[in-house]
């Protein structure tokens, strides 16, 4: 399963940012996806999931209340609406699928996801 995440660039402080994950995968609306960000040197962090359905999301504390992620299965697509970015926000943002069930205190893992994108780097000036 190939994900292409797209989307990111260099902003300033307090501007907003969408990024996108794609796949050709057929079995996408039956994937929890999740967002994770990296700075180099640093452990990848959690940033927001979803449930197959949409029902459902989770967000880090970090991003909460700035952040939305949302997917439109008909088109095999996540998506990541950032908005009020922070230059704390700097990373490179990668999309994943995970095939297995959802569970909140699961799915802020990084390991527990099956597939990984390759990663859009986020740039927040101050």
């Known amino acids: 399963v190939q994900l292409q995440a797209s989307g990111g660039g260099l902003v300033q402080e307090g501007d907003s940012l969408k990024l996108s994950c794609t796949t050709s995968?057929?079995?996408?609306?039956?994937?929890?996806m999740g967002w994770f960000r990296q700075v180099p040197g640093k452990e990848r962090e959690f940033v927001a999931a979803i449930i197959w359905t949409g029902s459902s999301t989770l967000y880090s504390d970090s991003v909460k209340g700035r952040f939305t992620i949302s997917r439109d299965n008909a088109k095999n697509t996540v998506w990541l609406q950032m908005n009020s970015l922070k230059p704390e926000d700097t990373a490179v943002y990668s999309c994943?699928?995970?095939?297995?069930?959802?569970?909140?205190?699961?799915?802020?893992?990084?390991?527990?996801?099956?597939?990984w994108g390759q990663g859009t780097l986020v740039t927040v000036s101050s």
């Open positions: 995968s057929r079995a996408f609306s039956t994937y929890v």
């Open positions: 994943a699928a995970r095939t297995s069930f959802w569970m909140p205190s699961v799915v802020r893992g990084s390991g527990s996801y099956d597939y």
